[in-house]
């Protein structure tokens, strides 16, 4: 199994990824490879249908651009921003209906031995 450093086309995030999982992130973004946090507010946005894939992928590299800090805060801010959608999408009825049927998932293999943010300066999370 093939392990090679990749970087997030939007927000600058490094990370040791399989072949294999490069390929199918790849596949679903219009052969960019973005980072978890990234593709989940892509899929945020396509989910709610107010893009498709592409013009969402276009949208949120477009929003990672506009911030000039580092990295690793614009990671961190759009986790908060994530989870406060997420937390307001939240109701009785979706949470009741989302437990009552359990939606199979597709495992990646990702490594977790490192992690980095930011062109010349890393940062590693184990």
């Known amino acids: 199994m ?11 995030l490094k990370e040791d ?10 596949g679903k973004f219009e052969g960019k490879w973005l980072c978890g946090l990234c593709s989940e507010a892509v899929r945020d ?8 894939t592409e013009e969402a992928v276009k949208a949120h590299m477009s929003f990672c651009r506009k911030y ?6 614009r990671v961190a ?18 949470s009741s209906s ?12 990702r490594t977790a031995s490192t992690s980095q943010v930011g062109d010349e300066s890393s940062f590693s999370y184990c």
Do not use: W
């Not at 392990?3 to 927000?11: A, G, H, N, Q, T």
């Not at 759009?78 to 307001?88: E, F, H, K, P, W």
């Not at 989302?98 to 293999?109: E, G, I």
């Open 2 to 12: 093939e392990i090679e450093l990749v970087k997030c086309e939007c927000c600058g």
């Open 17 to 26: 990824c399989t072949q294999d999982y490069i390929s199918e992130v790849k």
């Open 45 to 52: 946005e396509v989910k709610r249908e107010k893009f498709g």
């Open 68 to 73: 000039k800090s580092n990295p690793a805060v």
């Open 77 to 94: 801010d759009g986790m908060r921003q994530m989870l406060r959608r997420r937390s307001s999408d939240l109701s009785p009825s979706a």
């Open 98 to 109: 989302a437990s009552s049927s359990p939606s199979p998932t597709k495992v990646y293999a």
